[in-house]
């Protein structure tokens, strides 16, 4: 009871943090109104977070292996309890993206570690039922975390949102010091080791690289959400807070379905949902302005994230098995780095393109995805020499 108790505290860790990190997506207009800033300069508090919890966190990892992991997540929930705090009574734009800056360090290193901490909780035999059940905080995170943050601004401020989430990341500090025991360091590696890990080992070099371009595409639309529903589909704020929680639901579901599809085929069920992205976005971009369709499009939009983003995770476990934590480290340098500059590339174009260019963005970037993840199979098929294991499908 114990374990699953540890497990379910991990999970509450990812709801804090992932809702933290995304937080301003739901915000972004109330933030640039208040701070007296452009749209894609608030995008930035999305991409410096992302910068930080991407380029530190192979770093970070390898300088803490000796460290115990539940020492290390309850100190990483204390920076990130404090930066909430900072940025709800900040007072102006360069404190607000320097603590989101530093939140993005913690933020980085929680999701290297996170999801193995909870496998070693529990028997082997549980450990994928585990990781699944921390994985569903980012379905929680995105039904639940992003809408309340962006219905709670709308009947107070951004500032209060900010506030109450350094309330619940300090309950979930407290949660994860009363249960979760002490876990010593397993297969962590060195920072040469870490950085070594692309340069031998081919299929974890390619499921980075799949992922770079998804997530560049992904974020990149996804930050720009409401500003594009507002412009397109004359969006309220409370139609704009439904929405996400469709999306969410449909995130949900993907991971759901996910849970049962990447046993019979992981690759599979990564190109399908990846396809559904592509889809997805262009739907927005044809039927996005009426209501109705930018709700069916939001829909397909959140299952499909919700497929692809349990199969990246699996298909890291799978290229690396036993170095799943520095691999992780890796994953999460590509996946948030990625993160950033998709904010980064998503502002410079609503700037200068307006918002619906960045869809085109996002377009673009999961098709490229796509592509890859098919070429790569054929050929790896062609260059694998028989008896030598690959990762699984």
């Known amino acids: 009871m114990r374990a699953w108790l540890g497990v379910s505290a991990i999970t509450a860790s990812l709801f804090v943090f992932l809702t933290t990190e995304l937080m301003p997506v739901g915000l972004l207009t109330p933030i640039s109104g208040s701070l007296g800033i452009s749209v894609g300069a608030a995008g930035l508090t999305v991409t410096l977070y992302g910068v930080s919890a991407g380029l530190g966190v192979p770093f970070i990892v390898a300088w803490t292996r000796r460290v115990d992991r539940r020492v290390l997540l309850s100190t990483l929930l204390a920076v990130l309890t404090l930066g909430n705090l900072v940025t709800a009574v ?91 025991p002490p876990l010593p ?15 031998k080992n081919a299929p ?24 594009f529903l507002e412009d397109s589909a004359s969006a309220t704020p409370l139609f704009i807070t439904a929405v996400l929680m469709i999306y969410g639901i449909g995130g949900a579901a993907g991971n759901f379905i996910a849970g049962y599809t990447v046993n019979r085929s992981l690759r599979g069920s990564f ?4 396809a559904g992205l592509v889809v997805s976005l262009l739907s927005l971009l044809a039927i996005g302005h009426e209501r109705g369709g930018s709700i069916v499009s939001l829909i397909l939009w959140g299952v499909s994230f919700g497929v692809v983003q349990l199969c990246q995770v699996n298909m890291t476990q799978a290229a690396a098995p036993e170095t799943f934590e520095a691999a992780m480290s890796l994953n999460t340098m590509a996946y948030n780095t990625s993160i950033a500059l998709g904010a980064l590339f998503g502002g410079l174009l609503a700037d200068n393109l307006g918002v619906a260019s960045v869809v085109w963005f996002g377009v673009v970037l999961t098709a490229a995805s796509l592509l890859l993840t098919l070429g790569t199979r054929r050929r790896t098929s062609r260059t694998v020499p028989d008896g030598v294991p690959a990762a699984r499908e």
């Open 90 to 180: 900040s007072p102006n734009y360069p404190l607000v993206l320097t603590t989101r800056l530093a939140m993005g360090f913690a933020s980085g290193v929680f999701w290297a570690i996170g999801v193995s901490m909870a496998m070693r909780l529990v028997p082997q035999r549980h450990a994928s039922r585990a990781a699944a059940v921390v994985m569903s905080g980012i379905s929680i995170a995105a039904v639940v975390g992003i809408p309340l943050g962006t219905a709670l601004e709308s009947l107070s401020d951004w500032r209060t949102t900010f506030l109450i989430w350094a309330g619940l990341s300090a309950l979930v500090f407290l949660a994860v010091a009363a249960v979760i």
């Open 271 to 274: 190109v399908v949902g990846c």
């Open 204 to 227: 974890l070099r390619s499921v980075l690289s799949v992922v770079v371009l998804f997530v560049l595409g992904h974020f990149g639309a996804y930050t720009f959400v409401r500003p």
């Open 185 to 199: 360091s397993a297969n962590a590696v060195s920072v040469r080791e870490v950085f070594g890990l692309p340069l």
